[in-house]
């Protein structure tokens, strides 16, 4: 009995260890790129002569320009301070996420959270790394989204009650009202355009990775991921990312594919505004690259959300009507409710 007691508490200690030492390795990878990415931002503030201050505030430190060149100039240091803008607010929140992710490994293998498994030291080591290297947890934290209270609706265009080429849909009835106001700014022409989007990225998902992952995997990643890049280009970021937001509000739908579909839409809209002058077929390809480089997440045949990259092309959870998610998600009452809907849609490209 004092035996087996010793074994299990060296089994414990192993398992922290290792978590520990994954979630340190991987924390140091994700600084220095991190560091990178600040020293270029740096060089690019320091070559149109601005300086970036402590609080990440992009400060000019200009010298006097000639008059005959002032608005040339200032047009074009104003859209470098935008885009570095951009940058900081972005390094600021990967620094925030690097530090929550690795305080969250120590306080887990402070209390014992991690689980034991494996019968030998290595499997129990090899499991604690897993564990601590998954961003499952993370992302169902930081990516969740309140039910619709009014539930769904069948939606058609108003007034003529259909479009050619558009059929009538269920969504969300903070979906419907979205869809609703794009007609009244934009007309019909509007709505065939959102609907022209939707299917263009469902066409393009079923021909990228053979379409494998259809569901829950790297072909839905990029489907989620290039409807919003083009919703981007086509409506703005905020509506985007409003309607985007909106139409995973289904009742139904289980917090992890909502989470997974959360994140690759703001990946797609953030290479749309990092992209502006993107044609639709460079869009696809950076958006394809995008999973490729593990900036997307799909759900393992474990039902764990991980990096696109760190999950074998087709080894993704088979949902399907034989293999559905539950659809009694009493969590998700605790989830953020995003508001009424208060963007306008823009008129793109």
């Known amino acids: ?93 990967d620094a925030e996420e690097i530090d929550t992710v690795f305080a969250d490994i120590m306080r887990k293998a402070a209390a014992g959270e991690f689980d034991v498994e494996g019968s030998t030291l290595a499997e129990v080591a090899e499991s604690a790394a897993a564990q601590a290297d998954s961003p499952h947890d993370e992302l169902l934290e930081k990516y969740q989204v309140a039910s619709d209270p009014d539930g769904m609706t069948e939606w058609s265009p108003k007034w003529v009650g ?39 990225a469902l066409h393009q998902a079923e021909k990228t990775f053979d379409g494998k992952g259809g569901t829950d995997g790297h072909a839905d990643a990029f489907r989620h991921a290039y409807w919003n890049a083009m919703m981007t280009q086509r409506f703005g970021e905020e509506w985007t990312q409003e309607y985007a937001t909106a139409h995973e509000r289904n009742p139904d739908s289980h917090p992890t594919p909502v989470a997974m579909d959360l994140h690759n839409n703001e990946v ?52 399907s009507k034989d293999n559905p998610w539950p659809t009694d998600n009493p969590e998700r009452g605790g989830h953020r409710d995003p508001g009424e809907p208060d963007a306008y849609p823009e008129r793109g490209y």
Do not use: C
């Open 162 to 200: 259909w479009l050619p080429g558009v059929p009538s849909m269920k969504v969300t009835a903070s979906e419907a009202e979205m869809l609703n106001e794009l007609q009244d700014r934009q007309g019909l022409k509007g709505v065939k355009a959102a609907y022209d989007i939707y299917k263009e």
């Open 268 to 319: 797609g809209r953030r290479i749309a505004v990092e992209n502006p002058d993107a044609s639709r077929e460079e869009l696809r390809n950076l958006v394809e690259q995008a999973v490729r480089d593990g900036e997307m997440v799909v759900v393992g045949t474990d039902g764990q959300l991980d990096h696109s990259d760190q999950v074998d092309l087709g080894d993704t959870r088979p949902t």
């Open 1 to 93: 009995m004092l035996l087996r007691r010793e074994i299990d508490r060296l089994r414990r200690i192993v398992t922290a260890i290792s978590a520990v030492f994954t979630g340190a390795a991987d924390t140091e990878v994700a600084v220095e790129a991190h560091q990178r990415a600040m020293d270029e931002a740096e060089g690019l503030a320091d070559w149109y002569e601005f300086t970036i201050t402590d609080v990440g505030e992009v400060v000019s430190v200009g010298a006097q320009v000639p008059e005959d060149l002032l608005g040339m100039v200032l047009d074009h240091r104003v859209s470098v301070k935008l885009d570095l803008e951009r940058r900081i607010e972005q390094l600021l929140r």
